[in-house]
């Protein structure tokens, strides 16, 4: 499956953002999905994940400000983020989920990667 995330930008300490993730194949409708963010000079972080329903989790991070959301018509993953804070600030990626425990952000994501979208959260 072939992803493209977009929806990132600059925005101030407590602003919201919707970022939005396109596939590309029909896949997309039968796998879980993920939300990683990559901050510089930190490792990768599963921040959400959905099943193939709307079974969803949240990284203690995000849990309480941040809601995940797919559209299996569309093929496109949403993450709505609210109360953005400058320890957001990251690049943000989708990414099918080879493996998934349903309820949690742990798993192990698909070997290939699309485009990121930049997330800015100035204080």
């Known amino acids: 499956v072939q992803l493209q995330a977009s929806g990132g930008g600059l925005v101030q300490s407590g602003g919201s953002l919707r970022l939005s993730c396109v596939a590309s194949d029909r896949a997309f409708s039968s796998i879980g999905m993920g939300w990683f963010r990559h901050a510089p000079g930190k490792v990768r972080e599963l921040v959400a994940t959905?099943?193939?329903?709307?079974?969803?989790a949240y990284s203690d991070s995000l849990k309480g400000r941040s809601y995940i959301s797919r559209d299996d018509d569309k093929k496109i993953l949403y993450l709505q983020m609210n109360d953005l804070k400058p320890e957001d600030t990251a690049v943000y990626y989708c990414n099918g989920m080879k493996s998934l425990i349903v309820g949690t952000v742990r798993g192990t994501p698909f070997d290939s990667w699309g485009r990121g979208t930049l997330v800015t959260v100035s204080s």
């Open positions: 959905i099943n193939r329903g709307t079974a969803a």
